[in-house]
Nanobody, 124 residues
Framework: QVQLVESGGGLVQAGGSLRLSCAAS????????IGWFRQALGKEREFVAG????????AYSDSVKGRFTISRDNAKNTVDLQMSSLKPDDTAVYYC?????????????????WGQGTQVTVSS
């Protein structure tokens, strides 16, 4: 099991940028694929971006492709999500999740370890 802690959320104006970070406790962090998900008020949780265990492969939802970049540092046990050109529709609680053997495109149906989430609010 992996314990995950997200940070970096906040309030930003449309068009601005934020960088989220996910810190993991597991010594075996480099064996996990990591994803970022989000859940807006009244909506289902959705996949945003994912990265495989080595960092060599990434995946993005169509709604964030070209605006968000996921990266990881296995030496520091962290995965970051750089968000640019933010829109009000990006407002949500953002969660990171760890999966084993899924590759970068992580499905909600997988067995996942979750962080507690961090709020991102984009004002118009």
């Amino acid at each position: 099991q992996v314990q995950l802690v997200e940070s970096g959320g906040g309030l930003v104006q449309a068009g601005g940028s934020l960088r989220l970070s996910c810190a993991a406790s597991a010594r075996t962090f480099s064996t996990y694929d990591i994803g970022w998900f989000r859940q807006a008020l009244g909506k289902e949780r959705e996949f945003v971006a994912g990265i495989n265990r080595s960092g060599g492969n990434t995946a993005y939802s169509d709604s964030v492709k070209g605006r968000f970049t996921i990266s990881r540092d296995n030496a520091k046990n962290t995965v970051d999500l750089q968000m640019s050109s933010l829109k009000p529709d990006d407002t949500a609680v953002y969660y990171c999740a760890a999966a084993y053997g899924t590759g970068p495109r992580i499905r909600l149906s997988e067995r996942l370890d979750w962080g507690q989430g961090t709020q991102v609010t984009v004002s118009s």
